[in-house]
């Protein structure tokens, strides 16, 4: 039987290129982050289609979203905590946005993204915490930067 190696997911970390100079930093300590991609799909369907449908592949959209505490890995506020990601949000800025192994900088997907739903919760003995929706625009790529 094959020695099954996982890949641990807290090796997987999502990053914003903000600030002035711009510069990469962790959007804070997040308990979760992934990636989403889709295809729209073109109804192709006529009557010489018979019983099944068909179709052809539209556009792609794709996002990132991260769940976690609005501080840094030392406890104190991040430079891409709450307070920064709520003003990109209000802003409607489009910034790089990427999900890299820290482990192995070729484990990575990026692409210039923008906010588009963002929250903040705060329960009882709980850590204050933030969710937070980065819709990518144009095409995301799976090399690191040139």
């Known amino acids: 039987m094959a020695d099954l190696n996982f890949k ?48 052809l592949p539209g556009d792609i959209s794709w996002s990132f979203k991260g769940d976690g505490n ?33 482990d192995d900088p070729d484990d990575i997907i990026r692409g210039d993204v923008f906010i588009t739903a963002l929250s903040l919760s705060a329960g009882r003995n709980e850590a204050v915490a933030f969710s937070a929706t980065f819709q990518g625009t144009g095409e995301y790529f799976t090399t690191p930067e040139a």
């Open 70 to 102: 609005a501080v840094d890995d030392s406890g104190a506020p991040s430079k891409a905590s709450f307070k920064a990601l709520s003003a990109l949000h209000k802003a409607g800025t489009t910034f790089p946005c990427k999900m890299v192994g820290v």
């Open 8 to 55: 641990n997911g807290t090796d997987n970390v999502l990053f914003v290129k903000i600030g002035a100079p711009a510069a990469w930093v962790a959007v804070a300590c997040l308990k979760t982050n992934s990636w989403d991609g889709s295809t729209d799909q073109i109804d192709t369907t006529s009557k010489c289609s018979g019983k099944f449908k068909t179709s």
